[in-house]
């Protein structure tokens, strides 16, 4: 085995695809992908093709929930875990209001889980949905996140990931889990759903 063994949950997605492919050449690794191919903007096998179809990727095409029910018991499972997995995009939210945020936290929850019981470091995307609107343009991670007093499906998908950065930066005050939060900002590129 390979001497970083890479978990990419949402790696056949817009962002998972650039990951994959700033990772699959480097040394000495080997790169798994959990993806239920729900947001995915590829064909996952034309995408694995392009790469050379390297031996040291494989893939589930399944839910994280899926994934963790049949590998949550194993040690080592994984050194490193990108969890990317989410539903994203205005048409995709749509489709899951109501549902949305229970499904970030689990998932979180459920990688979180996999990442203390293989001794793996954890990097959770979130979104700079957490944020609202804002101020002129400008966000700081240290701005009270403040929650609208309107409704929406889209501020459920915040909600949902606020929530479960809480709860991560909480499991892992009180466990050995490392992880870490990204927030991405407006990233645009190949690959990109047009929804």
Do not use: W
Not at 49 to 60: A, F, M, R, S, V
């Amino acid at each position: 085995m390979a001497g970083r063994n890479i978990l990419i949950t949402g790696g056949f997605g817009f962002i998972g695809t650039h990951l994959v492919e700033a990772l699959i050449g480097c040394n000495d690794i080997h790169i798994h992908i959990v993806d239920n191919l729900s947001t995915s903007p590829v064909d996952h096998e034309a995408f694995l093709e392009k790469l050379g179809k390297p031996e040291n990727l494989t893939y589930d095409i399944c839910s994280v929930e899926e994934y963790c029910a049949h590998h949550a018991k194993f040690p080592n499972a994984a050194s490193e875990i990108y969890h990317l997995a989410s539903v994203v995009g205005p048409v995709g939210v749509l489709r899951h209001g109501g549902d949305i945020a229970k499904s970030i936290v689990d998932d979180t929850f459920r990688i979180a889980s996999l990442a203390e019981n293989s001794g793996a470091r954890l990097v959770d995307v979130s979104t700079s949905e957490v944020y609202g609107g804002g101020r002129n343009g400008y966000c700081s991670e240290k701005d009270v996140k403040i929650i609208p007093p309107k409704n929406s499906i889209r501020l459920e998908y915040a909600v949902g990931k606020l929530a479960a950065e809480v709860a991560l930066i909480n499991k892992s005050s009180v466990s050995p889990l490392e992880s870490v939060i990204v927030r991405p900002f407006n990233i645009a590129g190949p690959r990109q759903s047009p929804a």
